[in-house]
């Protein structure tokens, strides 16, 4: 079945450095990848997603890339602030619905 | 209200007990999703409905779990003989566009299964 692969599983880094999240998928005829940023005890919210016709996205200090021929993405965060800290999952679509990676618990050191 | 809705928040029942976990999604939202998630774990797909009809079933753990939503709108996720290990968060999720877009979640049901 699809498995969409996700690590580190846990991640710390310096406030103010960057982190980056990666994630690999199996299924070849995916072609929707969004990333959801779940704080502890509340929902899974989406954050940035992308799709398989462009290969990188941005959004302020987030950015997501794509490499469809590896089947990698990519979550960046820059200039990392105490609130970026969270669980993040990854997830990409397989026919009509979402499969979504482990999670990378991401804590930012004072 | 504007987003989803999910009743009980929480539910603590003794095992072999039947459970019933509701739904409310956004208004419009014609796909609604059921995911389960376990503690450190992602959200692991359970179902999928597009209008009336579960389109997707196939993440369903056995035939203990059981979903409907018969007019579209509202879902319920029945739990027959509740064992331990189906202790979780339930989460359900609502979309305009399906797996094309975001799902908005709601926030959970947490069970425990004594």
């Known amino acids: 079945g699809e498995n969409v692969e996700q690590h580190p599983s846990t991640l710390s880094v310096q406030e103010g450095d960057s982190a980056v999240i990666k994630c690999t998928y199996s299924?070849?005829?995916?072609?929707?990848f969004p990333w959801y940023k779940q704080e502890l005890g509340k929902r899974p919210q989406l954050i940035i997603d992308i799709r398989s016709n462009v290969g990188e996205k941005k959004d302020q200090r987030i950015a997501v890339t794509l490499n469809k021929t590896a089947k990698h993405f990519s979550l960046h965060i820059t200039e990392t602030q105490p609130e970026d800290s969270a669980v993040y999952f990854c997830a990409s679509n397989r026919d009509d619905k979402i499969i979504f990676g482990k999670g990378t618990r991401l804590h930012i050191l004072p | 209200g504007a987003g989803v809705s999910q009743t009980p928040s929480n539910k603590v029942t003794e095992k072999g007990k039947y459970v019933e976990l509701r739904c409310d999604p956004i208004?419009?939202?014609?796909?609604l999703y059921w995911y389960r998630q376990s503690l450190g774990q992602g959200p692991e797909f359970l179902i999928y409905f597009q209008g009336t009809g579960a389109a997707d079933d196939s993440g369903l753990p056995n035939d203990r779990f059981f979903a409907v939503r018969p007019e579209g709108s509202v879902s319920t996720l029945k739990i027959q003989r509740t064992e331990r290990g189906d202790s979780a968060v339930y989460l359900c999720?609502?979309?305009?566009?399906?797996?094309?877009?975001?799902?908005?979640f709601g926030e959970g049901s947490r069970l425990t299964v004594l």
């Open positions: 299924d070849s005829a995916s072609n929707y």
């Open positions: 999720a609502s979309s305009p566009t399906g797996a094309k877009g975001e799902l908005f």
């Open positions: 208004s419009g939202h014609t796909a």
